[in-house]
């Protein structure tokens, strides 16, 4: 699995970002795609999930606030992030497939919301 994540940078809360997620070596539109995050710290939480027909999931921390979506023509995943909270800071992964079976397999991106 190749995943290369983009787009994470410093924002002041209450603030939004894309994050992108670029996919090579599998066949990307057969899977469903998940967004992960780790703070300092602290173990890796689920953000978000998109199935390979386009439904997508959010845990209540970020529902209202994050949307992921994927462009299967270009094999991106994105997710877009308003309303940033302090406590969204954090080391942002991509990941082929969700729940027990999602792999992650890039470096991540940072993102930091500070004032």
């Known amino acids: 699995v190749q995943l290369a994540e983009s787009g994470g940078v410093s924002v002041q809360p209450g603030g939004s970002l894309r994050l992108s997620c670029a996919a090579s070596v599998f066949t990307f539109h057969y899977y469903s795609m998940s967004w992960y995050r780790q703070a300092p710290g602290k173990g890796l939480e689920w953000v978000a999930s998109?199935?390979?027909?386009?439904?997508?999931k959010y845990p209540d921390s970020v529902k209202g606030r994050f949307t992921i979506s994927r462009d299967n023509a270009k094999r991106k995943l994105y997710l877009q992030m308003n309303s940033l909270k302090v406590e969204d800071t954090a080391v942002y992964y991509c990941?082929?497939?969700?729940?027990?079976?999602?792999?992650?397999g890039g470096q991540g991106t940072q993102v930091t919301v500070s004032s």
């Open positions: 990941a082929k497939g969700d729940g027990s079976d999602a792999v992650r």
């Open positions: 998109i199935s390979n027909g386009g439904l997508t």
